[in-house]
Nanobody, 123 residues
Framework: QLQLVESGGGLVQPGGSLRLSCVASGSRFRYYAIGWFRQAPGKEREWVSCVSSAGATTGYADSVTGRFTMSRDNDKNTVYLQMNNLKPEDTAVYFC????????????????WGPGTQVTVSS
């Protein structure tokens, strides 16, 4: 069982950038796909992106494609989400989660979740 902790959130102006990190404890980090999800106030949680266990494959929601880039460093047990050209509609709490097997956009298929980090995009 992994324990995940997100960081890097904050307040940024529209058009700005942030890089989120997700650090995992546990020796089996490299065997899990990692997904990013977000939840805005009053809205359902939505899938943002995912990276495969070896980092060879990534997937993105249409709403962030071309703006967000996900990567991982298995030696550091860390996954990153580089977010560029941020928009007010990106405002949400961002969570990372791990899943055995391939990436999936379905949150119910993930095992452990971090507590989340707040991202606010506002002028």
């Amino acid at each position: 069982q992994l324990q995940l902790v997100e960081s890097g959130g904050g307040l940024v102006q529209p058009g700005g950038s942030l890089r989120l990190s997700c650090v995992a404890s546990g020796s089996r980090f490299r065997y899990y796909a990692i997904g990013w999800f977000r939840q805005a106030p009053g809205k359902e949680r939505e899938w943002v992106s995912c990276v495969s266990s070896a980092g060879a494959t990534t997937g993105y929601a249409d709403s962030v494609t071309g703006r967000f880039t996900m990567s991982r460093d298995n030696d550091k047990n860390t996954v990153y989400l580089q977010m560029n050209n941020l928009k007010p509609e990106d405002t949400a709490v961002y969570f990372c989660a791990n899943r055995g097997g391939r990436c999936s956009p379905h949150g119910g298929e993930y095992d452990s979740w971090g507590p989340g980090t707040q991202v606010t995009v506002s002028s």
